[in-house]
């Protein structure tokens, strides 16, 4: 069951506290993490990999090797973030090899498989915060992850760090990334975006009177409702108390995550049909 759950980043699992038993069990949690990683990174992949290993395939797609970069970067950045920034007395009271076990499941975890071995609430704001973006990030096209996925914010930030207005495209490593694969992946990002501060608003509305009572905290509401778009699970405890309206909040938003993002991608493609004009140029300032 959890080995399954865990290749389709599903996250149920049939203990209570998730998979907080194991952390002492170092076989059956980085078993758990590999499916994880190996579910998340896409067939795509799965199937350059297998063809490379077989021999029928002389090396790497671009596609293959782009995004194996990119999730091998994020899993790292989030374990050295824990693992030299967590100070919660929780995660100092472990052991050095289950410090590194727990701090490389809680960054490939939130991309978006959702299990935990440990209580969310005892991190630190700091990586609540960096698991916050992961959750947003997710996994890889042709997965069964959620999120914008890892070559989406690969694109965006690689393109605002090096583009400029006089490029085309986008050079990575000796390929280039043409214009209209950065503009889905503007689009994808900006659509995603959009949903979220809709449901954000709409939970702080629905959940006021919580807010000012101090039962939940904006961090929590916004927490609640990027793990719901990305379809991750991780949770700051508050599920259970949110209101009827809030819990239909959630799950509209769970679905919009899941059906969503292809259906952005479909309907970028759909504009994009030939056209026999173009409109006059206009000149706007922006930044």
Not at 154 to 160: D, K, S, T
Not at 186 to 192: A, D, G, L, P, V
Not at 263 to 281: D, H, I, T, V, W
């Amino acid at each position: 069951f959890h080995s399954v759950s865990a290749f389709c980043n599903a996250g149920f699992s049939t203990y209570n506290d998730s998979l907080v038993s194991f952390y002492r069990t170092p076989r059956i949690t980085w078993t758990i993490t590999i499916l994880i990683v190996v579910g998340g990174i896409g067939f795509m992949v799965l199937t350059d990999i297998w063809k490379k290993l077989t021999r029928k395939k002389r090396g790497l797609s671009m596609h293959a090797k782009f995004t194996l970069g990119i999730t091998i970067s994020l899993i790292f950045f989030g374990a050295f973030m824990l693992f030299f920034f967590e100070k919660s007395e929780e995660f100092l009271s472990l052991s050095l090899s289950q410090r590194i076990m727990v701090s490389f499941f809680q960054s490939i975890t939130p991309r978006t498989a959702g299990f935990s071995v440990m209580e969310q609430g005892v991190f630190s704001p700091v990586f609540q915060f960096i698991t916050l973006v992961l959750m947003f990030i997710g996994g890889s096209p042709g997965s069964i992850a959620g999120g914008i996925k890892t070559t989406t914010f690969a694109i965006v930030f690689l393109y605002a760090l090096k583009g400029n207005s006089e490029r085309v495209g986008l050079n990575v490593g000796n390929r280039n990334i043409g214009t209209p694969i950065i503009e889905k992946a503007f689009n994808i990002m900006s659509k995603s975006i959009m949903i979220i501060i809709t449901s954000v608003f709409l939970l702080l509305i629905f959940e006021s009177a919580k807010l000012y009572s101090g039962r939940f905290s904006i961090f929590d509401i916004v927490f609640e409702t990027v793990s719901a778009f990305a379809t991750v699970g991780l949770s700051q405890g508050i599920t259970n108390e949110l209101s009827f309206m809030g819990k239909i909040v959630i799950i509209a938003t769970m679905f919009i995550g899941r059906t969503g993002i292809a259906a952005m991608a479909a309907g970028f493609l759909k504009n994009e049909r030939e056209r026999f004009f173009q409109y006059p140029s206009a000149s706007i300032a922006v930044g």
